[in-house]
C-alpha cells in the first residue's frame, strides 16, 4: 500500500520509539501536520515559538536518555531552531529536527517563507538532509536516528518540501541505515586501554576528570566502580553533574571558572589526569599553558577530534566511555596490589575543607539560600533544569547531585531560555519527578511564552526566579574586571528612585492561568517552596534576591585555575 | 609547512559545503581544493592542500574523518605520492618575444593551445615548483590570464 511522505514520516518516528514531538506548523508542514491529527502514538505539544520546540526536545532528550524531536515550518521557523540545534550540538544531545521546505519546484526561488535551512544548520548539526524523493524518507529517518544517539550524539535536521510530504511511494520499513563513512569506535583499543591502566597505576596523584560522555554512554556504575576501587578524587564537568554522587566523600565539585577550590588544586597538584568524556573546555582549563603543570593525562573519548584538541593528551583511548571503563574494571580486578592514594586524596579534600563553597548566611535573602533551601526540602530528589547565568553557577554548587539526567543545563552554547522549555521537556520525560527550573530575571524572559505550552498540556515544574533585576553574570564581570561600570545589565528602572521593576513575574504567572508567588524575605522560602511542590500546576516563583551577589569562586578569564578569587 | 590530504566523499549535494564549513569554521586555510570523480560512481575524490603545523593538519584529518559524508581519508605526510596542478596562462608575445616563449614550452613540455596576434596561451601541468618555475620565466613577457586547476595527488605503487 501506498502512503504519503508524511505518513511515512510518522511510521518512521514510531518506528524509533518517539511518543513526543514538540512543534509549531506552518504553510509548508501542514501536509506533516494533518498526518499528525489521526496519530495515536505520537503525541504533539503545540509550543509557542519554535526556539521553545527545540528546547523541549533537548529537555525531554537529556532527562530521558531518548533522541527528542521537534518539527518547525521553513523559513522562519527553521531559524527560529537554530539557537536549539547549536545549545544541543555543543553538549552532545541526540536530536532530529523536522523542518517543512517549500515545494520542491520553488527551492532556490526565494518563496514565501524560504530558507536555506540545510546551509544555515550544517554548521549546528551533526548531520543534515534535504529530501529529495520521498522514497529516500524511510532511509534518511532511520540514519537520521542512528546518528543522533549514537558515537557522540547531537542534532540531525531533516529538511522536507511540502509537495515530498504529499508525494506517495511504498513504505520500506526496514531500511538500509548504515553509513559507509560514519563507524564510530565504541569498544577502543584493548592493548591502549591496558596501556592506559598501568599508566594510571603508576602514578602517585590521581585525579579523575569526568565529563558529559559519562552521562550520555550510561556510564556512571562503571565510573563508580572505578573511582572507588582507586580510593581517588572525581571532579565532574558541568555536563557531568549527576553522573558521579555529589554526597560521595571522593567528588571534590566542579573545576575551571567557578569550580571549587579543591578541584582546582587537584588539577594544578595532580600527575596525572584521567579525562573521561571530557574536553578540556576552556572554562575548565583556564590559561592551558598553566594548566596542570605536572599531570600527564589519559584521555578517553569517543570523538577523536576532542583528544588533543585543547591540552596535548599522553595516552588516547578512542571509545565509549561506559565500554572502555569496564574493560579497565576487569583488568583492575586481576591486579593484586593497588596503588594508594589515601595521602593524595587527604591533600585534595583538606583543601575542599578549609576553602568549602560557601555563601553569607545572614538575614538578606541569597540566591544561593533559595537553592540550598530547594535541595533540602527536596531531599536532593528533584530535576533541576536551569536557564544560563549567575543562577545556573548556584543551582551546580548548591543543589547535590547523586543520579545522572538529574542536572541539565546549556553547557557548552550557554544558551539563555534554555530553562523553561528544557524544564517541560524534561518533565514531559519524567512525569514521576519533580521538575525545578532555576532560573534568572534576564533568561526567563527569553523563552517565558513556554508558560502557555506547560499551562495547556497540564506540565508542572516549578519555575524559580532568583530575581535580581540584573544580567547577574555580566554585571559580576563588569564589578570585578570593569571597574563597576553597569553597562546595559540593569533589567529594572533606570530611575534610583523608584525601585521598580518589570515584568511582575507573580502576575505573570498569573496571566498565564498559573500560580504565581513572590517571596520577598528569607523566613518566608520555606513555607513557599512547600506551597510550591504541593501545587498541582506549574508555578512561578519571584524570590527577590540580593541584587549584587557575586558567584564565587571565580577564576578571571584567560587566568590560570590557581589564580582563584573567593568570598572575603 | 604545506600537507597534501585526499577525501573521498559522498558524490551528492551539499557535501562540498560541509567541506569547506569545517575549513573555515575552525580558521584552517585552505590553499587548494580540488573535486573530480573517481573509478566508483558514487564517489567523489578531493584532494585539499593545507597550510599549518602538525598539530592543525592532524585536526583537519580528524574532522574530516568525523564527516559522516566523508567515507576515507588519505594524509600523504608520511607516503610517497605523486602530485600535479594544471595551468593554463596567457602571455603577452610580440614578434620578436614569441620564439623565447615557445623555448620556454618546449623547454618544461607546455602545450600551446593557442596563438593570436600579440598573446600566446600555454598548458602546463607538473608539480607546483615546476609551475612556479615557469611562471617566474614567463613574468618578464607579461602574463595577461592565468588559471590553476588545483593539487590532485595520489600514491605511488601499489597501494
Known sequence: MKLSGSEIILKCLEREGVDT??????????????????????????????????????????????TGVCIATSGPGATNLVTGLATALLDSIPMVAVTGQVASHLVGNDAFQEADTTGITRPVTKQNYLVTDVGD??????????????????????????????????????????????????????????????????????????G???????????????????????????MSIGGFPGTDGLFIGMPGMHGTQAANFAFQNCDMIFAVGARFDDRVTGKVSAFAP???????????????????????????????????????????????????????????????????????????????????????????????????????QFYKFDKPRRFITSGGLGTMGYGLPGAIGAKRACPEMEVIDIAGDGSTQMNIQELATAKVYGIKVIVAILNNS????????????????????????QSSKDKKYWPDFKLVGEAYGLKGMRIERKKDVDAAIKEALASKETVVMDFQVAKEENVFPIVPGGAAIDQIIDMS | MKHT???????????????????????????????????????SRMTIVVKGDDKILEQVVKHLNKLPDV?????FKNEEFIERDLMLVKVNASKASRSEIIEIASIFRANILDVSADTITLELTGRETKLEGVIRLLRPYGIKEMVRAGVVAMSRGRK
Open chain 1, 21 to 66: 514531538v514538540f512543534g509549531i506548523p506552518g504553510g509548508s508542514v501542514i501536509p506533516l501536520f494533518d498526518a499528525i491529527y489521526d496519530n495515536k502514538k505520537i503525541k504533539l505539544f503545540l509550543t509557542r515559538h519554535e526556539q521553545g520546540a527545540a528546547h523541549m526536545a533537548d529537555g525531554y532528550a537529556r532527562a530521558s536518555g531518548k
Open chain 1, 470 to 493: 540584573y544580567l547577574g553574570m555580566v554585571r559580576q564581570w563588569q564589578e570585578l574586571f570593569y571597574k563597576k561600570r553597569y553597562s546595559g545589565v540593569l533589567l529594572g528602572s
Open chain 2, 5 to 43: 590530504i585526499a577525501a573521498m566523499v559522498e558524490n551528492k549535494p551539499g557535501v562540498l559545503a560541509k567541506i569547506s564549513g569545517l575549513f573555515s569554521a575552525r580558521a584552517f586555510n585552505i590553499m587548494s581544493l580540488t573535486v573530480g570523480e573517481t573509478e566508483v560512481h558514487d564517489v
Open chain 1, 212 to 238: 558529559g560522555g559519562i552521562i550520555s554512554s550510561g556510564a556512571s556504575k562503571e565510573l563508580a566502580a572505578f573511582a572507588r576501587k582507586l580510593n581517588a578524587p572525581v571532579t565532574l564537568t558541568l
Open chain 1, 294 to 396: 605536572h599531570a600527564k593525562i589519559v584521555h578517553v573519548d569517543i570523538d577523536p577530534t576532542s583528544i588533543s584538541k585543547n591540552v596535548t593528551a599522553d595516552i588516547p583511548v578512542v571509545g565509549d566511555c561506559k565500554s572502555v571503563l569496564k574493560q579497565m574494571l576487569v583488568l583492575l580486578s586481576a591486579k593484586k596490589k593497588m596503588p594508594d592514594y589515601a595521602p593524595w586524596l587527604k591533600q585534595v579534600t583538606d583543601v575542599a575543607k578549609k576553602k568549602p563553597l560557601c555563601y553569607k548566611d545572614d538575614e538578606i535573602l541569597r540566591p544561593q539560600y533559595v537553592i540550598d533551601r530547594f535541595y533540602q526540602i527536596t531531599k536532593g530528589q528533584a530535576m533541576v533544569v536551569t536557564e544560563v547565568g549567575q543562577h545556573q553557577m548556584w543551582a551546580e
Open chain 1, 137 to 210: 524518507i524511510s532511509k534518511i529517518f532511520a540514519q537520521a536516528f542512528y546518528l543522533a544517539r549514537s558515537g557522540r550524539p547531537g542534532p540531525v535536521l531533516i529538511d522536507v518540501p511540502s509537495d515530498i510530504q504529499k508525494a506517495e511511494c511504498e513504505y520500506d520499513a526496514k531500511p538500509d541505515a548504515s553509513i559507509r563513512g560514519y563507524k564510530p569506535s565504541m569498544e577502543g583499543n584493548p592493548r591502549q586501554i591496558k596501556t592506559a591502566l598501568e599508566a594510571l597505576l603508576a602514578s602517585k596523584k590521581l585525579l579523575i576528570y569526568a
Open chain 2, 71 to 75: 567515507i576515507k581519508v588519505i594524509d
